[in-house]
């Protein structure tokens, strides 16, 4: 089959498309940038990779006609527009007008599950969705998930967060909401099988796991798992909006994605019965399986995907990466400096580890407290760390940067802050002629931006120099 996957970068689509190509299969992968595209996809002959903004129905036209299957994992968890609703609405309309014009025989969509009355915004647009993907010029296959678990899942990384940083927690009520969580290898098994079966046509199916639990048991079961001890007691009093900080100080979200989060979390999500799991086989795994499974992928360090590389984890970025690629050189500050490098394989393995649980080599602490600020004001903090301890792709997060573009063959990183600033900011790691030259840039926005630079100018003298001198070293 020729399938198209949309979302292809997303957390579902970047661990669909393996199991696809396993199989045999020739997918199209729409991507908004391709510089975010896996580099492995471009030597594969079974893979096309195609730019397409469905926001934008003229880009379309790049999505080739000869489509069997196709995916719809288009959806999004940010506050960052206030109508997000209308803009994920066009997103469908746009894909069936295209669609229709294919030769595509199924839709599978990826929705939640909606059988409350009062739905959060979110799941009264994915519902939405739903009914704008109906067509009959081709059939539609809607699967309605819930808490999906796995390994890089926002909602495996959030209860991780609360239960390994807080003993006690002083918790809000709707930590007493039932929901099912799901496996991610358990939805990924009810995607790939629902291709080409004709009886799933135009129909929709809750899918769930095996246990009906509320997300204080999921916390507790956690912490059991981990050999933790821990306690915790919920208030009535915490307002939607004291959920979401609490969320935000405590975790490795933001704010507007722990917004859409607690908004979601105070929806019961309840699972209807149907005969899904017979018809494709498939027996979903408990919570305790899906937890112990997540933890062996972050053990043998074989996370596909994490929520934290998209870019709602900021909120700050936007999904063109190009915008971003070519650094200011007017109007800016800049600190740079190059060192001589004996053993390049030694450095580039070094700049391609830099961050998360390695650091950055020089000055950890400061970089901490900078963290700490960031989050205080609003940011990210460096809470996100990265998906990988020593590889790097274009469009990852890392601490509070975005990968802009990694080429090992180049023995070039460029890196773009996220974190919050009066201005823009670029790091940048480049190997050449022997040398490695280290380029901080900033270009400020005003006044402020001008006052902040000077702020921090006695601070990069070392810690810049401290880190490329680290980075060199011969040991």
């Known amino acids: 089959m020729k399938i198209l996957v949309t979302g292809a970068t997303g957390y579902i689509g970047k661990r669909l498309i393996p199991i696809l190509i396993n199989e045999g299969h020739h997918v199209v992968c729409a991507v908004r940038d391709k510089l975010r595209a896996d580099k492995t996809y471009l030597d594969d002959e079974n893979i096309t990779i195609v730019e397409a903004d469905f926001l934008k129905f003229n880009t379309l036209k790049n999505i080739p006609k000869d489509i069997d299957v196709a995916y719809y994992l288009i959806h999004s968890m940010s506050n960052t527009s206030k109508d997000f609703e209308v803009l994920e609405a066009k997103c469908a309309e746009n894909f069936k007008a295209y669609s229709e014009k294919t030769l595509v025989k199924q839709v599978i969509y990826l929705s939640g599950i909606t059988n409350e009355e009062k739905l959060s915004k979110h799941l009264q647009s994915r519902k939405n969705v739903e009914d704008i993907l109906e067509s009959e010029q081709y059939a539609l296959t809607i699967f309605r998930a819930g808490i999906i678990v796995g390994s890089g899942s926002s909602s495996f990384e959030i209860i991780r967060d609360l239960v390994e940083k807080l003993p006690v927690m002083v918790a809000p009520k709707w930590l007493n909401t039932k929901t099912q969580p799901l496996a991610v290898r358990d939805v990924l098994a009810f995607l790939t099988k629902a291709k080409g079966k004709e009886e799933l046509y135009n129909k929709s199916f809750d899918i769930f796991g095996p246990e009906i639990l509320t997300y204080k048991e999921m916390l507790l079961k956690f912490a059991d798992i981990r050999g933790l001890k821990r306690y915790i007691l919920t208030v009535p009093v915490m307002t939607p909006k004291l959920s979401s900080y609490w969320l935000y100080f405590v975790t490795s979200t933001s704010y507007k994605l722990a917004s859409s989060l607690v908004a979601s979390m105070g929806v019961q999500i309840i699972g209807k019965q149907s005969d899904i799991n017979q018809i494709l086989d498939v027996e979903p795994i408990t919570y305790k399986e899906a937890v112990e499974l997540a933890f062996e992928k972050i053990e043998q360090n074989s996370i596909v995907s994490s929520w934290k590389d998209s870019m709602v984890s900021s909120g700050r970025l936007q999904n063109n990466l190009h915008k971003y690629i070519n650094v200011p050189k007017y109007g800016c500050f800049r600190d740079y400096k190059e060192r001589k490098v004996e053993d390049e394989e030694s450095t580039i393995n070094r700049i391609w580890s830099i961050g998360g649980s390695t650091g950055w080599y020089y000055g950890n602490y400061l970089w901490k407290v900078r963290g700490y600020l960031d989050k205080l004001f609003g940011g990210i903090g460096l809470r996100r760390g990265r998906t990988h301890v020593s ?32 201005g823009e900011a670029w790091l940048e790691f480049k190997i050449e002629d022997g040398l490695l030259k280290q380029t901080a840039t900033f270009r400020p926005r005003g006044l402020a931006g001008r006052l902040y630079w000077y702020s921090i100018l006695p601070f990069h003298g070392f810690i810049f120099r401290g880190m490329i001198n680290k980075l060199v070293e011969v040991k």
Request: charged letters at 40%; glycine letters at 4%; zero cysteines.
């Open 391 to 422: 590889e790097l792709d274009t469009g990852d997060a890392l601490d509070f940067w975005r990968v802009i573009f990694a080429d090992r063959k180049e023995k070039k990183l460029l890196l773009y802050a996220e974190m919050k600033l009066p």
